[in-house]
């Protein structure tokens, strides 16, 4: 890599690529790669496994160019990214998005994102080495693309991964959902009926990434928890046909804009519940620039059935804002685990001492009054003895201390996302889901005769513990 790696925090996906060959974590690839058929494969395998971030360094069609995925995939590299421990990764990072501290980005005159600057018919898309997740998907998707917008009426920006879908030389099309913040602020140029600015990054640093999955409350700059974490301003450049700010280390920005009223037909992709989508009426981005770095890195997320980098980003970033938003309110609330498909079905743990009559219903009315929360289906409540990290431990505590008949709230006609293949089958329309919460607490006492048992453990016993340890168990 031409950039040196420096540790945290890392300043760009050069950076962070060349750190992670150092740690052992990176491997190249020389084989040829089919953009067609090669790259979804590859990228769901190693999620499968927990493998190494990967740079595919021969593209079929696409010679010089080189592309970067699965950096993010595992719990280990998004510590590093994010510059806090492991051990205790979603309420680390939940401590750093509630501690009020933010920092908003430094504006610089220049970039590495501005050494190559194209313009008007100049720019041709298909020259981005893009590659496909499914095999039904075609035209390809940017599936790596964070969209950056300003809301019209005041300085609030919003930065989110979306998907583009390649329509022309200069034309790609972006699913829009209105009630995500993506379309809030989309809202306001449709009622001025003025066309919206809009970039696209392509390639940022890794940190940059995960927070353009967290679902911020509304009103809220993602980008200004980036001087949070790393303690310094974010820099950010100037887009050249607009007045959007960009990240000045990307690798690829795409410049464009959206109008009001355009629309056409896109789709299917494989999204992230694990099935393709259907096809929509979606928003068109007239490209006017293109701006990147000499020899850029195409960044590829792959998406479709979890486990994906993608999946494992959005857990980890909903898991930490739903645990910081929904703890302000009910301060028992000790950590979340978004198990599967970005918080459709999600744990949470609550304080044991705690619990008392009305607790867990509190807990899920907070769930849904909250920005992260908003998209949670199945609702898993365990008391703190249990790990919710733990596949077996949550399914024991569900086996042992969840009763069907007693334990089961259902509501229907909340908020969801019209991408959810079952919500079709209820008929409260797009986007209307039911909402089933699972208490699987203990009960506390007055104790019925089950719960007077104790639970069957072994003993233990220093000589044990030692053995334990010595085969490498602990």
């Known amino acids: 890599m031409s950039e040196h790696s420096a540790g945290f925090p890392f300043r760009s996906m050069g950076e962070w690529a060349a750190f992670l060959e150092e740690q052992g974590q990176l491997r190249r690839n020389q084989r040829e790669m089919d953009l067609k058929s090669d790259f979804g494969y590859v990228a769901k395998r190693i999620a499968d496994v927990g493998g190494p971030a990967i740079i595919h360094e021969n593209l079929a069609g696409y010679p010089g160019w080189r592309t970067f995925s699965e950096g993010l995939t595992t719990p280990q590299r998004q510590a590093w990214a994010a510059g806090v421990s492991a051990k205790n990764l979603v309420p680390s990072i939940a401590k750093v998005l509630g501690s009020g501290k933010v920092v908003k980005p430094e504006v610089v005159p220049d970039g590495p994102c501005k050494e190559v600057k194209v313009f008007g018919d100049d720019i041709d898309l298909t020259d981005l080495p893009i590659p496909y997740s499914g095999m039904y998907e075609n035209p390809p998707y940017i599936s790596a693309g964070i969209s950056v917008i300003n809301d019209l009426n005041s300085d609030w920006y919003n930065i989110a991964i979306r998907r583009f879908e390649l329509k022309g030389k200069r034309k790609i099309t972006e699913f829009i959902q209105m009630n995500q913040h993506e379309g809030l602020i989309f809202r306001n140029y449709v009622w001025a009926k003025k066309p919206m600015p809009i970039a696209i990054v392509i390639g940022a640093d890794?940190?940059?990434?995960?927070?353009?999955?967290?679902?911020?409350?509304?009103?809220?700059?993602?980008?200004?928890?980036?001087?949070?974490?790393?303690?310094?301003?974010?820099?950010?450049?100037?887009?050249?046909?607009?007045?959007l700010l960009v990240p000045a280390t990307a690798e690829i920005v795409i410049e464009g804009i959206i109008d009001p009223d355009e629309r056409e037909l896109e789709g299917p992709f494989s999204e992230f519940p694990g099935y393709y989508s259907g096809c929509y009426y979606t928003p068109i981005v007239q490209v006017k620039a293109v701006t990147m770095r000499r020899n850029p890195l195409y960044y590829y997320l792959y998406m479709g059935r979890e486990p994906s980098e993608g999946h494992n980003m959005g857990h980890l970033m909903i898991s930490a804002n739903i645990l910081d938003q929904v703890r302000a309110l009910v301060p028992a609330v000790k950590d979340v685990n978004v198990i599967s498909t970005w918080a459709?079905?999600?744990?949470?743990?609550?304080?044991?001492?705690?619990?008392?009559?009305?607790?867990?219903?509190?807990?899920?009315?907070?769930?849904?009054?909250?920005?992260?929360?908003?998209?949670?289906?199945?609702?898993?409540?365990?008391?703190?003895?249990?790990?919710?990290?733990?596949?077996?431990?949550?399914?024991?505590?569900?086996?042992?201390?969840?009763?069907?008949?007693?334990?089961?709230?259902?509501?229907?006609?909340?908020?969801?996302?019209?991408?959810?293949?079952?919500?079709?089958?209820?008929?409260?329309?797009?986007?209307?889901?039911?909402?089933?919460?699972?208490?699987?607490?203990?009960?506390?006492?007055?104790?019925?005769?089950?719960?007077?048992?104790?639970?069957?453990?072994?003993?233990?016993?220093?000589?044990?513990?030692?053995?334990?340890?010595?085969?490498g168990l602990l």
Not at 209 to 228: C, T, V
């Open 206 to 243: 890794p940190l940059f990434y995960l927070l353009s999955l967290s679902p911020a409350p509304n009103d809220f700059s993602e980008w200004d928890y980036w001087g949070a974490f790393t303690g310094e301003p974010l820099q950010v450049v100037r887009c050249e046909t607009n007045d």
């Open 344 to 471: 459709f079905t999600t744990a949470v743990s609550v304080d044991k001492k705690a619990l008392r009559t009305g607790l867990v219903e509190k807990v899920a009315m907070a769930m849904k009054g909250v920005k992260a929360g908003m998209g949670v289906k199945n609702l898993l409540v365990f008391d703190d003895s249990v790990d919710i990290r733990n596949l077996n431990e949550m399914l024991w505590a569900f086996s042992v201390k969840f009763q069907p008949a007693r334990d089961i709230t259902v509501f229907q006609k909340t908020i969801s996302t019209p991408l959810d293949p079952s919500i079709p089958s209820l008929g409260h329309g797009p986007g209307a889901s039911s909402y089933g919460i699972f208490d699987c607490t203990e009960p506390g006492p007055p104790y019925d005769e089950p719960y007077r048992r104790q639970i069957a453990l072994p003993p233990v016993s220093e000589k044990a513990v030692e053995i334990v340890k010595e085969l």
